[in-house]
T-cell receptor, first 114, second 109 residues
């Protein structure tokens, strides 16, 4: 069973389009995250949700909008895609309320904007 | 200054060698630290957690030095399969982790 899953795994689209990435975790964790890993492999947090509540919103363009319908799901919608959005997007989850900060990552979504 | 800094490497070592990586962090309030392993085109996978002074798991040992604000990862008896990028992470106090940019290890036959 996959603990943290993401769809799609690959996404190729043109500039200006709108796209969504979905994430689901079956670990029973209370906190979920979106990270962006650019071509230099730097992993940077974008958003964090705890029990469906947004708790971290880093300096990310308004074109990125996360949505958490329940604590097992965290989706990422991107409007008006730009070339610079090309990267790998990772979803992660943790049981932050227990004081354990280990995060478990999904397989990533490789987004290419042409 | 980045919150978590690592030597990008690459570290090229022969099989069977012992190799150590250091990672420095700037947030003195960080309490917990982690080492992740990331293979090419894959997700980061948790290797070790460090909540106190250190942790050991088989050939892997992590040590925390709070006074100097660094964490180390020691790999003994390196295997070809240890070749990967090793990411260091520290908690930010906001239910999130800050990651270093990773250290690349290449174990050679």
């Amino acid at each position: 069973d996959t603990a943290v899953s993401q769809t799609p795994k690959y996404l190729v689209t043109q500039m200006g389009n709108d796209k969504s990435i979905k994430c689901e975790q079956n670990l029973g964790h209370d906190t979920m995250y979106w990270y962006k890993q650019d071509s230099k492999k730097f992993l940077k947090i974008m958003f964090s949700y705890n029990n469906k509540e947004l708790i971290i919103n880093e300096t990310v363009p308004n074109r990125f909008s996360p949505k958490s319908p329940d604590k097992a799901h965290l989706n990422l919608h991107i409007n008006s895609l730009e070339l610079g959005d090309s990267a790998v997007y990772f979803c992660a989850s943790s049981q932050a309320s227990s004081g354990r900060w280990e995060q478990y990552f999904g397989p990533g979504t490789r987004l290419t904007v042409t | 200054r980045k919150e978590v800094e690592q030597d990008p490497g690459p570290f090229n070592v022969p099989e069977g060698a012992t190799v150590a990586f250091n990672c420095t962090y700037s947030n003195s309030a960080s309490q917990s630290f982690f080492w992740y392993r990331q293979d090419c085109r894959k997700e980061p996978k948790l290797l070790m957690s460090v909540y106190s002074s250190g942790n050991e798991d088989g050939r892997f040992t992590a040590q925390l030095n709070r006074a100097s604000q660094y964490i180390s990862l020691l790999i003994r008896d390196s295997k070809l399969s240890d070749s990967a990028t090793y990411l260091c992470a520290a908690d930010t106090g906001r239910r999130a982790l800050t990651f270093g940019s990773g250290t690349r290890l290449q174990v050679q036959p």
